[in-house]
């Protein structure tokens, strides 16, 4: 089954904090052979995987029982202990695993709150959960789970909706003989390493490339379904689901998933019609990598007639160089205040976004080949009247 591919890639995509994974939901029937495969995926990692089903375990496996407790004053309080479960997924190396929670439609709405913080912040009762600790999920719909419960629409949106096929019989004996011979195993530090290094380029161009089509259709960044609309429990574009889109473009190309994975990838968290939207954009823009670009590997040349691929180049370039430890950065930037000189003699306000990323980042208008951009008067009253120079400014 391909979609394989896509959990693999999940695991292995850097998220803020400085934690790992994004969180997948495989929604399909029952039987189909979702819960064998995430388990199978952590055993090929070497990686513990605790599954939680909230039918099966309740509340407390959520760590959300309240408990009373001694402070360490002395004070009678109210605690939320960390489940029990929380110890196998300690390691030499501090807390690694899975945490998968199974059939998790069938969690009241009630138990649904306790989901929000294990999911964004891989927070468990009182409990903080190591940034090596994947979550991910599994359901069937919720006409076919046993109680089920359509998803709150804050949960949803916290997850990628993986739609889950029942296997074909070449799949199903594949992973039959598979499970008889044991897949290969990976080490997953040495690939957390290969991606770490990897991962400043294509982050960069995924952020150029989203960031330029959502302003080229604002009205996609954040169009949730209407309250009463069954669509609310399924993918729909926020900020949020927008941010995990574009890390899964990210990924995408590091694991050099199929174009048809890659789509699924990302339409997982801001649902098929915006993704496709931006996907089909995405191969008309034919972006050049942006190292390539900056190190005059690639030569850029603006086309006023193509005012989106522009602003993509400038975004993924800025994205690129303004992280603090990014590779030869002062001499990228001063590449990128070039471009900014030439795209600003016919469309100035297309660069200006870029140029507000990189004065944000301490590599503005103090830079050498920024003052030389300043002396041209158009370009400086620009700069100017957007108010670039005094946020500047007050930064210092």
Not at 257 to 266: E, G, K, M, Q
Not at 331 to 347: H, P, S, Y
Request: with cysteine; charged share 25%.
């Amino acid at each position: 089954m391909t979609k394989r591919n896509i959990i693999e890639a999940a695991l292995l995509t850097p998220i803020s904090g400085d934690r790992w994974g994004l969180p997948l939901l495989l929604l399909g029937g029952p039987g189909t052979a979702k819960t064998a495969h995430i388990e199978d995926v952590a055993r090929v990692f070497g990686c513990h995987c605790e599954t939680l089903s909230p039918g099966e375990r309740g509340e407390g496996a959520f760590g959300v029982v309240p408990v009373p407790r001694k402070s360490a004053s002395g004070n009678d309080v109210i605690g939320y202990p960390a489940p029990e479960w929380v110890e196998s997924l300690a390691t030499k190396e501090g807390e690694v695993g899975i945490v998968f929670v199974d059939e998790v439609t069938t969690a009241a709405p009630a138990l649904q709150a306790a989901l929000l913080g294990l999911i964004q912040n891989r927070r468990i009762g009182g409990h903080q959960l190591g940034s090596r600790v994947r979550v991910l999920g599994a359901a069937n719909p919720p006409n076919q789970a046993a109680g089920g419960w359509d998803l709150a629409a804050p949960v949803a949106n916290r997850l990628g909706h993986i739609d889950w096929p029942a296997p074909t019989v070449e799949e199903w004996s594949s992973f039959m003989i598979g499970a008889v011979a044991a897949s290969e195993s990976k080490d997953l530090a040495k690939e957390e390493a290969r991606v770490i290094e990897a991962w400043p380029e294509a982050y960069a161009k995924a952020v150029g490339l989203s960031t330029a089509f959502l302003r080229r259709r604002p009205e996609l960044h954040n169009a949730k379904p209407a309250d009463n609309d069954p669509a609310c429990s399924g993918a729909w574009p926020s900020p949020r689901t927008w941010e995990y889109a574009t890390r899964a473009l990210a990924s995408a190309e590091i694991h050099n998933l199929s174009a048809t994975d890659r789509d699924d990838f990302v339409a997982a968290f801001v649902g098929q019609a915006a993704a496709t939207e931006f996907l089909t954009w995405i191969d008309a823009a034919d972006l050049p990598e942006p190292a390539d670009v900056l190190d005059g590997k690639v030569a850029f040349s603006h086309d006023p007639k193509r005012i989106d691929r522009t602003e993509a180049v400038l975004a993924a370039c800025a994205a690129l160089v303004v992280p603090k430890d990014s590779a030869k950065r002062n001499e990228r930037a001063g590449a990128l205040w070039k471009i900014f000189e030439t795209v600003a003699e016919d469309a100035v306000d297309v660069a200006l976004p870029s140029m507000g990323q990189l004065a944000a980042a301490g590599l503005g208008f103090a830079h050498p080949e920024a003052k030389r951009v300043l002396q041209r008067k158009h370009i400086a009253d620009a700069i100017r009247d957007s108010g670039l120079i005094d946020a500047a400014k007050a930064r210092r």
